[in-house]
């Protein structure tokens, strides 16, 4: 006779086992016997992309050719750029949506607008919104998109992938952050006026993980707020990251600011701005600026 101890636990294993072949049995049956029964989602034949880091998002999940329209500014391929757009992301034409009859609209938390999602669902337009705060939050927000329009596979390669080289390029950062100050940075989007990204935007963020500190900073006003040339002298960044395009009727942002004392380096808007695959070579260069560049 076994001890007591050892016969309920051989009595629970027993169990176990019965409970294990019975629920094995109830899986045949559901596979092999009742095919008829389905639950599958309908995947996405028509997808309106409300704002341009989403249609790049969906592009990036080899999903491109379900696009039936777009939001201004989402020219990162000539295939999405020949699509019509909507206008703005913040300011989408409800009858222009509409009239390309989408069967998945795919908004963006803070930035499309509440009141266009509700009347878009009283259209009876299926609607999903992603949020992607900063770059950190980005395959998480690829692994959802990957559920939304049934590319999951895809979504869990780009999404490990991502995260693989986000982490190498903290390594990076820290490694170069060793006995040095973090530079001080301002990221102007234009000029005249001059309009920052405060360290609450994706771009601002994006300064803070790569070893920078935003000089624009929250004070609980607009994320992007004016600067006047008063306030550039005070916040007396190191270097100014400028987005915008050369003035056509007098000196230019990279000449003024040249003549106050600060540097300026031009960078590109979209991958700065833009949540994307490509804010990790955002993310590189603006390590490169900041700890090769700035103070070598």
């Avoid at 639950?39 to 992309?49: E, L, T």
């Avoid at 704002?51 to 999903?63: N, Q, T």
């Avoid at 306030?231 to 000196?251: K, N, Q, V």
Wanted: with cysteine; hydrophobic share 45%.
């Amino acid at each position: 006779m076994l001890y007591p101890h050892l016969q309920r636990l051989h009595d629970a294993s027993v169990s176990c086992v019965r409970k294990f072949l019975l629920l094995s049995a109830l899986i045949f049956y559901f596979f092999q016997l009742a095919p008829a029964i389905s639950f599958a989602v309908d995947a996405p034949a028509r997808i309106m992309a409300l704002a341009p880091s989403i249609a790049e998002l969906v592009c990036s999940l080899d999903a491109c050719s379900l696009l039936v329209g777009r939001t201004d500014y989402a020219d990162f391929n000539s295939a999405v750029s020949a699509l019509p757009s909507v206008g703005a992301y913040n300011r989408p034409d409800l009858e222009k949506i509409v009239s390309l009859s989408p069967d998945l609209c795919i908004a963006i938390e803070d930035g499309t607008p509440p009141q266009l999602i509700d009347r878009l669902i009283a259209f009876g337009i299926r609607v999903e919104t992603l949020s992607i705060t900063d770059i950190d939050s980005l395959p998480q927000s690829l692994l959802t998109l990957g559920r939304i329009i049934l590319r999951e596979n895809e979504a869990a390669c780009r999404s490990a992938a991502f995260r693989n080289e986000l982490r190498r390029l903290e390594e990076l950062v820290e490694s170069r952050m060793k006995n040095r100050n973090r530079p001080k940075i301002l990221f102007q989007l234009q000029e005249d006026p001059i309009i920052a990204a405060s360290e609450d935007t994706f771009a601002g963020k994006l300064i803070q993980k790569a070893g920078g500190e935003n000089v624009v900073k929250n004070t609980g006003g607009s994320a992007y707020p004016i600067i006047g040339k008063e306030d550039l002298l005070l916040l007396s960044p190191d270097l100014i990251l400028f987005t915008g395009m050369a003035s056509e009727t007098g000196p230019d942002t990279m000449t003024e600011c040249n003549a106050m004392g600060f540097r300026v380096i031009r960078v590109p808007s979209d991958i700065f701005t833009r949540p994307s695959l490509n804010s990790l070579e955002a993310l590189e260069r603006l390590i490169h600026i900041f700890y090769d560049d700035v103070q070598s």
